[in-house]
């Protein structure tokens, strides 16, 4: 096995997807770059054959595949972050196992781009929709959130709920991350969503307008209403986000800006969900964030907004 250090580790979940794991795999090993990388697999204790298709994996690309086998089922954000804190590597590269890369230089283009500019913490692409059956979907979700595809100072828009980062295109810094592993909470946080406000909290956002991906949409994804109307989690993912804005943000604020964190604060002390101190804290930095009187008077002709959270 080569000792040489991976430059990106692309981690990848895995829990009976048998029919689709190994096309996942075989996108990231055709990757063809002047670096080396390494496929960090957590496999959550399947009860198919999932398993012994990454050892299969994991013994013929020794250099590539690195196998995380589970004696119990973690459940997806738990085994996330038990992916993550395995990772050595200055870059995390993330694939669904139900998602497959179709791009050879898909790596390549991205790293090449952040080693070029250590101002941005992460790259996304395009994606191309499929169903369960590998075809290309004429997508309407997928054509709006191309509308609103951005780069460079993109946080004061994701935190309005515009989630137009694809997780499963994404290659990004990972010491841009800077999570509380100590958090109990932690398993709470919609992952993918709370990282790309963390990372966009402290580096530019870079996007390649090309597919590299195909998404796979189908019956065994878990319900992505359900997973919005999670509201103990998405609680969790603003408060974490606006505290850690409040203690880390050091940029002088824009009216606009000012107006959306005072907006957030309101809406943690409006929404259910949090504990009494959460909400104290949250109401103890509103004279900070104070927008003015207008502003204030507009905020108050309706309910203060809730987080909107979009995962992909």
């Known amino acids: 096995m080569s000792t040489e250090q991976p430059i990106v580790s692309i981690a990848m979940m895995a829990y009976n997807c048998e029919e689709y794991i190994a096309q996942a795999i075989e996108g990231v090993i055709m990757q063809e770059t002047d670096f080396p990388y390494q496929l960090v697999i957590g496999e959550d204790y399947s009860t198919d054959t999932t398993r012994a298709i990454c ?7 020794p250099n590539k595949v690195r196998l995380l086998p589970s004696e119990r089922n973690w459940g997806m954000l738990r085994n996330f972050f038990r992916i993550i804190d395995s990772i050595e590597s200055p870059y995390i590269a993330w694939c669904d196992s139900d998602d497959y890369w179709t791009d050879p230089e898909k790596l390549q283009m991205q790293v090449s781009f952040l080693e070029a500019n250590p101002d941005y913490g992460l790259v996304y692409t395009d994606v191309d929709i499929v169903n369960e059956h590998g075809e290309i979907q004429d997508d309407e979700e ?3 959130i191309r509308k609103i595809f951005d780069r460079g100072n993109v946080f004061f828009k994701l935190l309005t709920g515009e989630n137009f980062v694809m997780t499963c295109s994404t290659v990004f810094r990972k010491d841009c991350l800077a999570y509380d592993k100590t958090n109990e909470d932690l398993n709470m946080f919609g992952y993918d969503y709370w990282f790309w406000l963390h990372i966009s909290m402290r580096s530019k956002i870079h996007f390649i307008n090309k597919r590299t991906i195909c998404y796979r949409k189908h019956s065994a994804q878990a319900s992505q209403a359900g997973f919005q109307k999670n509201r103990k989690r998405n609680y969790y993912v603003l408060y974490d986000t606006i505290m850690t804005f409040n203690r880390d943000y050091k940029k002088v604020l824009t ?5 959306l964190i005072f907006r957030k604060l309101l809406s943690l002390l409006y929404q259910k969900g949090g504990t009494l101190s959460m909400k104290l804290k949250a109401a103890s930095l509103l004279p ?25």
């Open 142 to 144: 997928q054509k709006a």
């Open 55 to 61: 050892e299969q994996y994991a013994e013929q690309y």
């Open 255 to 259: 009216e606009p800006e000012r107006k």
């Open 288 to 312: 900070k964030y104070y927008p003015g009187l207008s502003n204030t008077i507009q905020l108050f002709g309706g309910k203060p907004g809730r987080l909107e959270q979009t995962t992909h």
